[in-house]
């Protein structure tokens, strides 16, 4: 299988989607948006993957790549592609679907859980309650035609199923110890003193055994995910 990979900034890679491609034999290229590398065309790839990054989805004067990126997006979900995406990524699938994208009552960066909707695929699984990392500032609206499969305390949309092949994540279930690290020093003017934001120290500081919780949950939806 086939995955291309769209990434937004040098310091928010795929994480541990690499190391499900690898482990399941699949191919993943990355490209690099930012840097206007050519997006290949829509037949060369089976599954569609968008990193976050710390734009907002309606910076087109800023970052002017993002109008081509949603196009593309919006034809691969029409091509029948397999289509997942993370923060920034999920929004963006959120907007090609046609809901809408704003920001949230609360910026929400950090450990905090998140707990599967009631309208939560049995075929999606998720457990009871997972502590995931959160960095984002702005929330999407449900796409019609979508479920929502996941809620925390502070953003009640943490992520929507589309006809069981689009998959939007707010939270990052990606995310390993490196790539955190680089993403707090990147981002570090954004930790300030709000209830729903920790402090780095107390970010860097957690256990190994919430990555694999969440490498876990991660690897469980995507190939049930992507045997559909």
């Given at each position: 299988?086939?995955?291309?990979?769209?990434?937004?900034?040098?310091?928010?890679?795929?994480?541990?989607?690499?190391?499900?491609?690898?482990?399941?034999?699949?191919?993943?290229?990355?490209v690099?948006?930012?840097?206007?590398?050519?997006?290949?065309?829509?037949?060369?790839?089976?599954?569609?993957?968008?990193?976050?990054?710390?734009?907002?989805?309606?910076?087109?004067?800023?970052?002017?790549?993002?109008?081509?990126?949603?196009?593309?997006?919006?034809?691969?979900?029409?091509?029948?592609?397999?289509?997942?995406?993370?923060?920034?990524?999920?929004?963006?699938?959120?907007?090609?679907?046609?809901?809408?994208?704003?920001?949230?009552?609360?910026?929400?960066?950090?450990?905090?859980?998140?707990?599967?909707?009631?309208?939560?695929?049995?075929?999606?699984?998720?457990?009871?309650?997972?502590?995931?990392?959160?960095?984002?500032?702005?929330?999407?609206?449900?796409p019609?035609?979508?479920?929502?499969?996941?809620?925390?305390?502070?953003?009640?949309?943490?992520?929507?199923?589309?006809?069981?092949?689009?998959?939007?994540?707010?939270?990052?279930?990606?995310?390993?110890?490196?790539?955190?690290?680089?993403?707090?020093?990147?981002?570090?003017?954004?930790?300030?003193?709000?209830?729903?934001?920790?402090?780095?120290?107390?970010?860097?500081?957690?256990?190994?055994?919430?990555?694999?919780?969440?490498?876990?949950?991660?690897?469980?939806?995507?190939d049930?995910?992507?045997?559909?």
């Amino acid at each position: 299988m086939k995955i291309l990979c769209l990434k937004h900034i040098a310091f928010e890679g795929p994480g541990t989607f690499a190391l499900w491609a690898q482990t399941r034999g699949h191919d993943l290229e990355v490209v690099s948006v930012y840097h206007n590398q050519p997006l290949p065309a829509i037949e060369t790839f089976d599954v569609l993957l968008v990193m976050g990054g710390p734009m907002n989805i309606h910076e087109h004067s800023i970052y002017p790549w993002l109008a081509k990126e949603k196009s593309y997006i919006g034809d691969a979900i029409a091509a029948g592609k397999h289509v997942i995406g993370v923060c920034l990524g999920a929004q963006l699938i959120a907007d090609a679907l046609g809901a809408t994208v704003r920001p949230g009552t609360n910026k929400e960066i950090g450990w905090f859980p998140i707990r599967p909707s009631e309208h939560c695929p049995n075929s999606l699984p998720l457990p009871d309650e997972l502590r995931v990392l959160h960095w984002h500032g702005d929330t999407f609206e449900i796409p019609k035609g979508a479920q929502l499969i996941a809620f925390s305390h502070a953003c009640k949309h943490q992520g929507f199923l589309y006809r069981d092949r689009v998959l939007a994540l707010q939270c990052h279930l990606e995310m390993t110890p490196q790539s955190l690290a680089l993403l707090v020093a990147a981002s570090r003017n954004e930790l300030v003193n709000a209830p729903y934001i920790q402090d780095a120290d107390r970010m860097l500081a957690e256990p190994d055994s919430t990555y694999e919780h969440m490498r876990t949950a991660l690897f469980a939806m995507l190939d049930t995910l992507l045997a559909q």
